[in-house]
């Protein structure tokens, strides 16, 4: 729930972003119409361009990223995949521009370029690449801190593995130790045998039921 109420966020931010750049830049071109309906045809055009963006980065986080980081498929492979499906895109964003957004949002209003013209590609080459790169640098990012993560917690769970493995050597010879010390003190008919027999015990007691956990008190 949480991750996703970050990716929401993170496309809302960008959108305001991405809308308030579109409405500056075709606010001088449309000096005859009232700033709220320049508003809303940039805010149509922001969320039509906003669908091909969402199918780049996506592919990047769910497909791209996820073979580089498992390693199983060649990366030029994988770099292959990115190159085509980053085109896509961009001839599907300047085929929403150039047949719906230019014609039908903005009327006809400013000038409509055509569909492969190089300086068009160019724009939205840069604008896809920003958005990809910075989706891509924090999924990377995401990806470091996780295997962090994983790394601390493997350690933690070799320590505490290693700990179980000394005290199951120890507590048989501590046990053998202390049966014998018993036997003499018995074999000496001791007045101590019925008091090391109780807190032999109680520390088999301590040992089998307390002191699993992951802090013990100084006094117990």
């Known amino acids: 729930m949480k991750r996703l109420f970050l990716h929401i966020a993170f496309w809302v931010l960008y959108t305001l972003q991405d ?21 809303e ?12 963006k969402l199918l780049l ?9 996820q073979k ?33 957004i230019f014609p039908y949002v903005y009327e006809g209003l400013l000038g409509n370029s ?6 068009s590609l160019l724009v939205v080459t840069m604008d896809f690449g920003f958005i990809a790169g910075l989706a891509a640098s924090i999924k990377f990012v995401r990806v ?12 933690k769970e070799k320590l505490e593995a ?7 050597q120890t507590n048989p010879h501590f046990l053998m130790n202390t049966l014998n010390n018993i036997y003499a003190l ?7 045998t019925a008091e090391v027999v109780m807190k032999l015990s109680e520390l088999l007691r301590f040992m089998l039921y307390e002191s699993d956990g992951s802090f013990i008190s100084l006094a117990d």
């Open 144 to 155: 470091q801190l996780a295997g962090k993560e994983k790394e601390k917690s493997l350690v």
């Open 68 to 100: 580089i980081v498992a390693g199983k498929v060649a990366l030029y492979r994988t770099i292959l995949e990115i190159i085509v499906v980053f085109a896509i895109c961009v001839v599907i964003s300047r085929a929403i521009s150039r047949y719906y």
């Open 162 to 168: 290693e700990l179980k493995f000394l005290r199951n």
């Open 57 to 65: 980065s996506y592919f990047l986080l769910l497909v791209s990223i």
């Open 186 to 192: 018995a074999r000496k008919k001791s007045d101590d």
């Open 114 to 119: 055509p569909l492969l013209e190089i300086r």
């Open 41 to 52: 045809m940039a805010t149509v055009s922001t969320l039509v361009t906003l669908i091909p």
């Open 19 to 39: 809308l308030l750049m579109s409405f500056t830049w075709v606010r001088p071109s449309l000096t005859n119409i009232p700033d709220s309906r320049i508003l």
